[in-house]
């Protein structure tokens, strides 16, 4: 309802040629007086000024890059590469990963890194001389005292996820309708293995060797989709999402679901396994997210559908072979695109916090969001189950076989996107704060920083703010990951200009193009929710 407000005006009378003028009072909409002022952008104002206390950034990005701040990749130091917050500074560690180099890992932990592991993101190609295929490179470590890049793992299609285990090992996974999951023991001498045939897991010690591999095994007890983000507990279970755009398959499909691996036998001993044999994940079983639109109590619980994607939430066990064709028919929640995933090392509370980035299509309107969980329950003992009379589908539960058993996860939007801040792709929780670092997929892809969220009344972050965008106007920024300190972060610049100049055919056999993996310091360590 408009208010209106009386204020004084002269109001001129004009009979014929004879003008009179005289005060009086008139009535004026408040809307029409109102001093402007946009409690948003206050917001934001606040943000930027104190992101020093706020993010440990002395001033963030006012504008990502653009095309006249580029410098031809082959002239360029690693700051003319990225356009950084003051503060940041960056230099290379190479230049020559084979492209589309995407997410990283620490070896041998994230405290004391001497090497870091990379996913190559090459479809299977390549011919090698006694005609076999998979002669692209898929995954490879990197010295970080002199940037030597060695391929460790050849032939993968489309190698994306990669994270070290507690257990002394690598879980490498491929972003493929039929992505497959493969574990590496000893990477810093297991080098130029080879996969001949992905469909039954044929794993050389080296391409057109007849020797086995006995370093490197597809895990089938792992599910077949595709595979981006996913974190691994000390257990061996494994929270993970299926990047899947909703429609793919047929019209009114589900986008992809998130699902769990709970292993047979959970890992209970801190120290490395000797053999792959010896790994949590030879054996399990594997559930699909269902997000409910009633409460745990309610007499219909589970009761899903399209429109409940965030609520509470339960386990619906899942074929790995068929994981995500089993999620549709039993009832998952699909998103758009599931992305990068990592549980927050910072949380405290019962059970374990994930979140995870659902990229969405900004052309479409769909500017992107990132979703966070609370998983309630280890599994660290065999797992019981419920069935639900009403489907015959099988829940996780945890300690008995009633409904009240049944294990949940509370699932809430923590970030939603804008025609700035989109197409989130990966994300890193920052050790000690707890920041989240996004990364956009887009030209001049940006990072932003995200708050955790305080004390007020809302579920999100208390605020972003962009750090870095890249400047290359062909690339992308992907692997953005922190060391434990919180104040250096690694980070690739995916599939940018190709010079000839850093063509390297020994890197890359398949066209020799390369990406640039920079290190970034300069991040400073802060102490949230003392003032929120």
């Not at 002022?37 to 890059?65: C, K, N, T």
């Not at 090992?169 to 000893?186: F, H, K, M, P, S």
């Not at 990364?439 to 004390?455: K, N, W």
């Amino acid at each position: 309802m408009h208010k209106m407000a009386w204020v004084s005006r002269v109001i001129v009378l004009c009979v014929s040629v004879i003008c009179i003028g005289f005060s009086m009072q008139v009535p004026v909409f408040s809307e029409m007086r109102a001093v402007a002022y946009d409690v948003g952008l206050e917001a934001e104002r606040h943000l930027i000024q104190s992101s020093e206390r706020l993010f440990g950034i002395l001033q963030p990005l006012e504008m990502p890059a653009s095309d006249t701040e580029f410098v031809p990749r082959a002239n360029a130091i690693a700051a003319q590469r990225v356009k950084l917050a003051k503060g940041l500074q960056a230099e290379f560690v190479t230049r020559n990963i084979a492209s589309l180099g995407d997410m990283i890992g620490f070896w041998p932990t994230a405290d004391h890194p001497s090497h870091l592991l990379i996913c190559i993101e090459q479809q299977r190609s390549g011919v090698t001389s006694r005609g076999g295929n998979g002669t692209n490179s898929s995954v490879q470590r990197v010295t970080l005292s002199d940037g030597v890049v060695e391929t460790l793992l050849y032939g993968m299609h489309q190698c994306d996820g990669i994270r070290t285990t507690g257990w002394g090992t690598v879980l490498v996974t491929e972003e493929a309708d039929d992505g497959r999951a493969y574990e590496i023991i000893d990477p810093l001498n297991t080098t130029g293995h080879w996969i001949a045939d992905r469909m039954v897991g044929d794993i050389r010690t080296a391409i057109d060797s007849e020797q086995v591999s006995r370093m490197v095994v597809q895990r089938v007890a792992l599910p077949t989709l595709a595979w981006e983000g996913f974190t691994v507990l000390s257990s061996g279970a494994i929270i993970l999402g299926d990047e899947l755009r909703p429609g793919s398959s047929n019209v009114d499909t589900d986008g992809g679901s998130i699902f769990k691996f709970i292993p047979a036998y959970p890992r209970v001993g801190k120290s490395p396994i000797e053999t792959l044999e010896d790994s949590p994940l030879t054996s399990g079983s594997t559930y699909a997210l269902t997000v409910s639109c009633v409460e745990v109590d309610h007499l219909n619980f589970p009761q899903f559908g399209q429109g409940c994607e965030v609520g509470v939430g339960v386990w619906v066990n899942v074929a790995p072979r068929n994981a995500r064709q089993d999620a549709y028919r039993n009832g998952a929640t699909g998103y758009y695109r599931p992305e990068d995933l990592h549980h927050d090392q910072t949380y405290t509370g019962k059970g374990v916090r994930f979140c995870w980035t659902n990229t969405g299509r900004l052309s479409a309107g769909h500017h992107g969001e990132i979703i966070c969980g609370v998983d309630h329950v280890f599994h660290r003992d065999p797992p019981t189950h419920f069935i639900d009379s009403r489907t015959g589908f099988l829940y996780l539960a945890s300690g008995g076989m009633g409904k009240e058993n049944m294990s949940t996860v509370t699932i809430n939007r923590f970030v939603e996107g804008d025609h700035r801040f989109n197409a989130h792709d990966n994300i890193a929780f920052q050790p000690i704060t707890g920041t989240m670092y996004v990364t956009e997929d887009a030209q001049f892809g940006e990072v932003f920083a995200c708050l955790p969220d305080g004390s007020d009344r809302d579920l999100k972050s208390d605020g972003c703010i962009s750090v870095l965008s890249v400047i290359d106007p062909r690339a992308e920024p992907t692997g953005f990951i922190f060391d434990m300190t919180g104040k250096t972060a690694y980070m690739i610049i995916q599939h940018g200009e190709q010079p000839v100049s850093l063509l390297d055919m020994t890197s890359n056999r398949i066209t020799g193009y390369t990406d640039d993996l920079i290190k970034i310091t300069g991040f400073l360590s802060v102490i949230h929710g003392l003032n929120d």
